[in-house]
Protein backbone atom coordinates (compact mmCIF):
# COMPACT_ATOMS: atom_id res chain seq x y z
CA UNK A 1 0.00 0.00 0.00
CA UNK A 2 1.34 3.37 -0.77
CA UNK A 3 1.27 6.10 1.62
CA UNK A 4 2.33 9.79 1.04
CA UNK A 5 2.75 12.20 4.42
CA UNK A 6 3.29 15.85 3.75
CA UNK A 7 5.20 17.82 7.43
CA UNK A 8 6.57 20.88 7.38
CA UNK A 9 4.04 23.20 6.36
CA UNK A 10 3.68 26.55 8.00
CA UNK A 11 3.69 31.00 8.08
CA UNK A 12 6.49 32.48 6.18
CA UNK A 13 7.49 36.13 5.48
CA UNK A 14 7.49 37.31 1.94
CA UNK A 15 11.18 36.86 0.43
CA UNK A 16 11.38 34.04 3.34
CA UNK A 17 12.63 29.85 2.65
CA UNK A 18 10.58 26.80 3.44
CA UNK A 19 11.14 23.32 3.26
CA UNK A 20 8.40 20.86 2.99
CA UNK A 21 9.12 17.03 3.19
CA UNK A 22 6.93 13.76 2.12
CA UNK A 23 7.55 11.38 3.16
CA UNK A 24 6.73 7.99 0.50
CA UNK A 25 6.06 4.44 1.66
CA UNK A 26 5.18 1.36 -0.64
CA UNK A 27 5.87 2.99 -4.29
CA UNK A 28 7.47 1.37 -6.69
CA UNK A 29 5.91 4.09 -9.68
CA UNK A 30 9.02 6.32 -11.45
CA UNK A 31 8.07 9.78 -10.54
CA UNK A 32 7.00 11.96 -7.34
CA UNK A 33 5.50 15.27 -7.64
CA UNK A 34 4.27 18.33 -5.49
CA UNK A 35 1.33 20.39 -6.83
CA UNK A 36 -0.79 22.89 -4.45
CA UNK A 37 -4.20 24.17 -4.49
CA UNK A 38 -5.06 27.96 -2.81
CA UNK A 39 -8.46 28.45 -2.63
CA UNK A 40 -11.06 28.90 -5.67
CA UNK A 41 -8.51 27.52 -8.10
CA UNK A 42 -7.36 24.75 -9.14
CA UNK A 43 -4.58 22.12 -8.31
CA UNK A 44 -1.12 23.70 -9.79
CA UNK A 45 1.87 21.36 -11.10
CA UNK A 46 4.65 22.36 -8.75
CA UNK A 47 7.32 20.21 -9.63
CA UNK A 48 8.11 16.85 -10.15
CA UNK A 49 11.23 13.52 -9.93
CA UNK A 50 11.58 10.91 -11.93
CA UNK A 51 13.66 8.49 -11.52
CA UNK A 52 15.79 7.76 -15.19
CA UNK A 53 18.40 5.12 -14.87
CA UNK A 54 20.82 5.57 -11.53
CA UNK A 55 19.46 9.04 -10.95
CA UNK A 56 16.94 11.45 -12.07
CA UNK A 57 15.67 14.58 -13.66
CA UNK A 58 13.57 17.28 -12.11
CA UNK A 59 10.81 19.74 -13.85
CA UNK A 60 9.01 22.77 -12.41
CA UNK A 61 5.90 24.00 -13.43
CA UNK A 62 6.56 28.11 -14.60
CA UNK A 63 5.85 29.87 -11.61
CA UNK A 64 8.24 28.20 -9.36
CA UNK A 65 11.00 27.75 -12.01
CA UNK A 66 14.52 29.11 -10.12
CA UNK A 67 13.21 29.32 -6.85
CA UNK A 68 11.58 26.10 -5.73
CA UNK A 69 13.79 22.71 -5.67
CA UNK A 70 12.34 19.57 -5.94
CA UNK A 71 14.51 16.93 -4.40
CA UNK A 72 14.99 12.86 -2.92
CA UNK A 73 16.93 11.01 -0.76
CA UNK A 74 15.99 7.00 -1.32
CA UNK A 75 17.28 6.19 1.86
CA UNK A 76 15.01 7.77 3.67
CA UNK A 77 12.48 7.47 1.27
CA UNK A 78 11.23 10.99 1.51
CA UNK A 79 11.07 13.76 -1.00
CA UNK A 80 11.84 17.82 -0.32
CA UNK A 81 10.41 20.76 -1.91
CA UNK A 82 13.27 23.22 -0.97
CA UNK A 83 10.79 26.65 -1.75
CA UNK A 84 12.97 30.42 -1.49
CA UNK A 85 11.69 33.67 -2.44
CA UNK A 86 8.84 33.41 -1.49
CA UNK A 87 5.74 34.85 -2.26
CA UNK A 88 2.24 35.75 -1.05
CA UNK A 89 0.71 34.22 -4.38
CA UNK A 90 3.03 31.13 -3.16
CA UNK A 91 0.26 30.13 -0.55
CA UNK A 92 -1.74 27.27 -0.81
CA UNK A 93 -2.29 23.54 0.32
CA UNK A 94 0.99 21.98 -0.93
CA UNK A 95 0.27 18.31 -2.17
CA UNK A 96 2.39 15.25 -2.51
CA UNK A 97 1.84 12.71 -5.28
CA UNK A 98 3.39 9.42 -6.60
CA UNK A 99 2.73 7.88 -9.95
CA UNK A 100 1.52 4.10 -10.18
CA UNK A 101 4.09 3.20 -13.31
CA UNK A 102 6.19 5.29 -15.45
CA UNK A 103 4.56 8.08 -17.45
CA UNK A 104 6.23 9.90 -19.49
CA UNK A 105 7.50 13.55 -18.77
CA UNK A 106 5.60 15.36 -20.76
CA UNK A 107 2.59 14.23 -18.96
CA UNK A 108 4.07 14.63 -15.30
CA UNK A 109 2.29 18.54 -14.56
CA UNK A 110 -0.95 16.69 -15.34
CA UNK A 111 -2.87 15.48 -11.97
CA UNK A 112 -3.74 12.51 -13.95
CA UNK A 113 -0.48 11.38 -14.04
CA UNK A 114 -0.53 9.87 -10.55
CA UNK A 115 -2.77 7.67 -8.67
CA UNK A 116 -1.72 8.45 -4.93
CA UNK A 117 -1.69 11.63 -3.01
CA UNK A 118 -1.15 12.69 0.71
CA UNK A 119 -3.42 14.78 2.49
CA UNK A 120 -1.20 18.30 1.96
CA UNK A 121 -0.09 20.62 3.74
CA UNK A 122 -0.84 24.67 4.29
CA UNK A 123 2.03 27.02 3.36
CA UNK A 124 1.27 30.72 4.39
CA UNK A 125 3.18 33.61 2.94
CA UNK A 126 2.10 36.42 4.54
CA UNK A 127 3.51 39.43 6.70
Known amino acids: QVQLVESGGGLVQPGGSLRISCVVS??????TAWFRQAPGKEREFVGA??????????YYGDSVKGRFTVSRDSGKNTVYLQMNRLKPEDTAVYYC????????????????????WGRGTQVTVSS
Open 97 to 116: AASGGNPISSSLRYVSAYEY
Open 26 to 31: GHTGSS
Open 49 to 58: FRRSGGGGMT
